[in-house]
Nanobody
Framework: QVQLVESGGGLVQAGGSLRLSCAAS????????MGWYRQAPGKQRELVAA???????NYADSVKGRFTISRDNVKKTVYLQMNSLKAEDTAVYYC??????WGQGTQVTVSS
């Protein structure tokens, strides 16, 4: 049974940092494409960052240079380091395995 459990969200001031974690289980984590999406109130869910099994990464233009996605295949965990946070980064952040399976989401709120 595939499970993705996010953690690390919270309330932070603009300019601050947070690190999100997504603990995976129930599948061969090391060979899977993983990603982080976010959904703000009244908006569609959008891709934030993704990482391939080989470690190649891709970012939304809005977060390039501020966010970093990484993975630890031993811990079966994918991370999203978020720096220089802005009010517009406020959203529920979701971890996904290739868009097929999703976590429950973790709220990130950035106060300006």
């Amino acid at each position: 049974q595939v499970q993705l459990v996010e953690s690390g969200g919270g309330l932070v001031q603009a300019g601050g940092s947070l690190r999100l974690s997504c603990a995976a289980s129930g599948f061969m984590f090391s060979i899977n494409f993983m990603g982080w999406y976010r959904q703000a109130p009244g908006k569609q869910r959008e891709l934030v960052a993704a990482i391939t099994a080989g470690g190649s990464t891709n970012y939304a233009d809005s977060v390039k240079g501020r966010f970093t996605i990484s993975r630890d295949n031993v811990k079966k965990t994918v991370y999203l380091q978020m720096n220089s946070l802005k009010a517009e980064d406020t959203a529920v952040y979701y971890c996904t395995r290739a868009g097929e399976y999703w976590g429950q989401g973790t709220q990130v709120t950035v106060s300006s």
